[in-house]
């Protein structure tokens, strides 16, 4: 099978839902039309993760991050054009289409390609994205629109479909997964270490909420024993200023792993999530997370059990106090957080689902070929 893969954020957690597609469908051949977020990770760099037997690159050059009508109207027909000439090849039997920008322009132009077999998979619904509620409603007006453009919408979590219900549109989802034996194998025991560390992990942006980490950390400038550890950057790195916060930069997958192994506790403190990768390696590293109550977040707590979410600062304050003076209850937690990946964020499970969707385009295609032939 031939599957078409279109994204615009090509980095981060997209980037990983990605690759993880096509590592658990190693059979088929996988096209990746991708832009490019220079100032998170370039291109090249991202590419090198990717298995190269079953994965081929396209650059979709005038693509870029923000609303701009000229700019997006030169992506979309850049877009349509690669579809079209991989669709004439025989290269399209499903398009898979990841995050929003890339949502919204690849049903258009795979509505003007003549290709119907499209999922559209959002990571994060947009409309959540700011406190703006202008802006908001502007987003539900765009998903509306291009879900009567066609496609079929498959979310990331339960707690994003719902989202997605609430503003009429019928989709369906499957759980993001991590490989519980990629990642559990960077698990080693605690070494000895002065002080107890709550860690977080990803870009330092506004959705990440930082300035919600910088007061939850502030109120531990005076313990000498806790810090407060955020494995990323950003353009919001001036707001944790907080000199118990360490700011790692950039850092490669595995060195992130063995931070975040090391650490007592994860925290996000995000305003809304798809379903964080970063949250589910935590778990599969056994780590106790300490969760924001947001869309994607909530999937993820067994409250008391593998961690507890948090609607404050107060209540995340509490939840950390708790976990610094009961530390033995942090490696049963820790447990319950990998028993819990395992049965319900196993990348192995979940996301052969999705070649099951591609599958039904793909012998529906098949059934149209035949019956016009004859």
């Known amino acids: 099978m031939k599957i078409v893969h279109v994204i615009e954020p090509f980095a981060s957690g997209v980037a990983v839902f990605v690759k993880s597609l096509t590592e658990t469908m190693p059979e088929d051949l996988h096209i990746i039309i991708h832009g490019e977020r220079k100032q998170v990770m370039s291109a090249k760099d991202v590419k090198r993760t990717f298995p190269k037997q ?3 690159f396209i650059r979709w050059k005038s693509v870029q991050r923000s609303i701009n009508p000229f700019k997006d109207f030169l992506a979309l027909s850049e877009l349509h054009n690669i579809l079209k000439r991989l669709s004439k090849k025989g290269f399209v039997d499903a398009v898979h289409l990841h995050s929003s920008k890339s949502g919204f322009l690849g049903r258009v132009a795979c509505r003007l390609a003549g290709i119907k077999n499209v999922v ?16 908001n409603f502007l987003f539900k007006q765009i998903e509306r629109f291009g879900n009567g453009v066609g496609g079929k919408v498959v979310c990331c979590s339960a707690s994003e479909l719902a989202e997605y219900q609430k503003i009429g549109i019928n989709a369906s989802f499957i759980n993001n997964g991590v490989s519980l034996k990629e990642t559990s194998g960077s698990i080693a025991p ?4 002065s002080k107890f560390q709550v860690i977080t992990t990803g870009r330092i942006e506004d959705q990440k909420n930082p300035t919600l980490f910088n007061a939850i950390a502030s109120f531990f400038e005076d313990y ?10 950003g353009k919001e790195r001036g707001v944790l200023n907080s000199k118990n916060i360490i700011v790692t930069g950039w850092q490669e997958p595995d060195t992130i792993k063995e931070m975040v192994s090391q650490a007592d506790v994860f925290i996000s403190t995000s305003l809304f999530e798809g379903l964080s990768f970063s949250v589910l390696e935590a778990l599969a590293l056994k780590k106790p997370v300490l969760l924001s109550d947001c869309v994607g977040n909530s999937d993820i707590i067994k409250t008391g059990l593998n961690g507890d979410v948090f609607n404050n600062e107060i209540e995340a304050i509490a939840n950390i106090l708790k976990y610094f003076n009961n530390k033995e209850m942090l490696e049963v937690m820790g447990d319950y957080s990998f028993d819990i990946c395992g049965s319900k964020f196993n990348v192995d499970l979940n996301f052969k689902e ?21």
């Open 54 to 56: 079953n994965v081929r």
């Open 120 to 135: 559209y998979t959002p990571n994060g619904a947009p409309f959540l994205s700011s406190g703006n509620p202008v802006t």
């Open 190 to 193: 605690l070494n000895k270490k």
């Open 224 to 233: 000498e024993q806790i810090e407060f550890i955020w494995a990323g950057d």
């Open 354 to 374: 999705y070649r099951s969707i591609y599958h039904v385009f793909d012998k529906k295609k098949k059934e149209i070929s035949l019956a016009v032939a004859s």
